[in-house]
């Protein structure tokens, strides 16, 4: 089974430039999120996503917009690329927010704005 | 504001138990999870505590205080593929989840 599949594995992205991160997920969960994992940080949520149309802003929003066009697709894209967005980015889902049950992870982004 | 307290780094030896800890303070709890995480790959889930006590899972079993705002992970029978990082997460009182900076778990042989 496929679970979260996230795209690209790895990108150098010039400053200024943008990008999508996409994420894709099979498993008909409700709730999707995005997450930055930096060196000696906690994973930071960007934005989430309760229900397919509806999106919300996490602690770290900015720079970051998202779209839920339907209940699979969650992409995430830098408008204008900054050296400070480098980092690894992990797209997971649950059945629900708010739920207290566990994150299915992709494998995550890694990009590099030069 | 809110905060997650773990180690940074442990090493143990192969065959060995090893207790990981974590601290934490929140706005209002709503359970705490352990994720592992191994070198450049996703983090997968490994436990959730909502109430005191210990919950056993194979070798690995996690214990949580609430009135210490208090955790750990204990693994068993140490084994190489154990090395990874090992994150605490505790769900605040808006059900959102807040993260430890992982631990990383050294396993000599």
């Known amino acids: 089974t496929a679970g979260i599949t996230q795209a690209p594995t790895s990108q150098i992205l010039a400053a200024g430039r943008s990008m999508t991160l996409r994420c894709t997920q099979d498993?008909?969960?409700?709730?999707m999120y995005w997450y930055r994992q930096d060196l000696g940080l906690g994973l930071r949520l960007i934005h989430y996503s309760n229900t397919a149309g509806t999106t919300g802003k996490g602690e770290v929003p900015d720079g970051y917009s998202v779209s839920r066009a339907n209940t699979d697709d969650f992409p995430l894209t830098l408008a204008s690329a900054v050296p400070s967005q480098t980092s690894v980015y992990f797209c997971?889902?649950?059945?629900?927010?708010?739920?207290?049950?566990?994150?299915?992870f992709g494998e995550g982004s890694r990009l590099t704005v030069l | 504001g809110q905060n997650i307290d773990q180690p940074t780094e442990m090493t143990a030896t192969e065959g060995a138990i090893v207790q990981i800890n974590c601290t934490y303070q929140?706005?209002?709890?709503?359970?705490l999870f352990w994720y592992q995480q191994h070198a450049g790959e996703a983090p997968t889930f490994l436990s959730y505590n909502v109430l005191d006590g210990l919950e056993e899972k194979g070798r690995f079993s996690s214990f949580l205080s609430r009135s210490k705002g208090y955790s750990y992970l204990l693994l068993k029978e140490l084994q190489m593929k154990d090395s990874a990082s090992y994150l605490c997460a505790v769900m605040d009182s808006n059900y959102q989840l807040i993260w430890g900076a992982g631990t990383k778990l050294i396993i000599k042989p």
């Open positions: 997971a889902s649950s059945v629900d927010r708010g739920e207290t049950g566990e994150l299915f």
């Open positions: 929140t706005s209002g709890f709503n359970g």
């Open positions: 498993m008909r969960h409700n709730a």
